[in-house]
T-cell receptor
Framework: QKEVEQNSGPLSVPEGAIASLNCTYS??????FFWYRQYSGKSPELIMS????GDKEDGRFTAQLNKASQYVSLLIRDSQPSDSATYLC??????????FGKGTMLLVSP | ETGVTQTPRHLVMGMTNKKSLKCEQH?????MYWYKQSAKKPLELMFV???????ENNSVPSRFSPECPNSSHLFLHLHTLQPEDSALYLC?????????????FGPGTRLTVT
């Protein structure tokens, strides 16, 4: 059973702080890793993808991948109340499918 | 993501009804997916249609029946559902090229079975 584990949270951070979201996965063969943001009552929105070890930055978001340790993380700098959402980690399984974690709820307080 | 549309957005049905969910993607993709999202559970893959393969989650009951007439349209036919089938049903699409794994979701259909 290929699994993706995330702390369900909520992770509470003050506005302007750095939010750090973590994810571990069980399949060493996984090559592609994704972060989705899901607002309450909405569908998941792809915000980051990462394929190689190291960091990938996009605006206030940085994805970090460590395949040896089988973890992927998402950093959100200068967190805003509008970042409050559930963040889903997803990992590819084969060519067609993704396995999703349960998600971490992030709450950014003004 | 307006590239993937789903109808209806909300559906209330009795256990003896038959209904269908529709998904359409305008992204030129050639892989489409149905997911079920229940409270406090991870997204559950139900069905995949792609050029490479068709995947069915063997745990999905036969009261859910997919149909994919072409690369832009995907249906989920529902019959004799149970209250535990109430959930958010999400459609997603992917470019389908090997090495391209990003999936883009539609807005979902909120299904309530009474």
């Amino acid at each position: 059973q290929k699994e993706v584990e995330q702390n369900s949270g909520p992770l509470s951070v003050p506005e302007g702080a750095i939010a750090s979201l973590n994810c571990t996965y069980s399949d060493r063969g996984s090559q592609s890793f994704f972060w989705y943001r899901q607002y309450s009552g909405k569908s998941p929105e792809l915000i980051m993808s990462i394929y190689s070890n190291g960091d990938k930055e996009d605006g206030r978001f940085t994805a970090q991948l460590n395949k040896a340790s089988q973890y992927v993380s998402l950093l959100i700098r200068d967190s805003q109340p509008s970042d409050s959402a559930t963040y889903l980690c997803a990992v590819n399984v084969g060519y067609s499918t993704l396995t999703f974690g349960k998600g971490t709820m992030l709450l950014v307080s003004p | 993501e307006t590239g993937v549309t789903q109808t209806p957005r909300h559906l209330v049905m009795g256990m003896t009804n038959k209904k269908s969910l529709k998904c359409e993607q305008h992204l030129g993709h050639n892989a489409m997916y149905w997911y079920k999202q229940s409270a406090k559970k991870p997204l559950e893959l139900m069905f995949v249609y792609s050029l490479e393969e068709r995947v069915e989650n063997n745990s999905v009951p036969s009261r859910f029946s997919p149909e994919c007439p072409n690369s832009s349209h995907l249906f989920l036919h529902l019959h004799t559902l149970q209250p535990e089938d109430s959930a958010l049903y999400l459609c997603a699409s992917r470019a389908g090229d090997r090495g391209s794994f990003e999936q883009y979701f539609g807005p979902g259909t909120r299904l309530t079975v009474t």
